[in-house]
């Protein structure tokens, strides 16, 4: 059974940073995409960033050039860097390992607010 359990959120001021990280048990980790979702009150969850297993990314227009997708295969872990947050990024973020099919973790709140 694979579990991922995320970490890194919190309460940011508008301009700041933080870094999210997801752990993964199980042997499947690095053969497979990685991924970062977020779900605002209201809204349908979206992806923010993606990672093949070959280490190709994709960003969601709203946060490229200030979100970075990283893994660790070693630690079986996968990182989102956020940069320059703003209101907008106030959400609940979902890391996924896989597409089929998908494994997702827990949730952590990240809110930017003055």
């Known amino acids: 059974q694979v579990q991922l359990v995320e970490s890194g959120g919190g309460l940011v001021q508008p301009g700041g940073s933080l870094r999210l990280s997801c752990a993964a048990s199980g042997s499947i980790f690095s053969i497979n995409a990685v991924g970062w979702h977020r779900q605002a009150p209201g809204k349908q969850r979206e992806v923010v960033a993606d990672m093949s297993s070959g280490g190709s990314t994709y960003y969601a227009a709203s946060v490229k050039g200030r979100f970075i997708i990283s893994r660790d295969n070693a630690k079986n872990t996968v990182y989102l860097q956020m940069n320059n947050l703003n209101s907008e990024d106030t959400a609940v973020y979902y890391c996924?390992?896989?597409?089929?099919?998908?494994?997702w973790g827990q949730g952590t709140q990240v809110t930017v607010s003055p």
């Open positions: 996924r390992l896989g597409d089929i099919p998908r494994y």
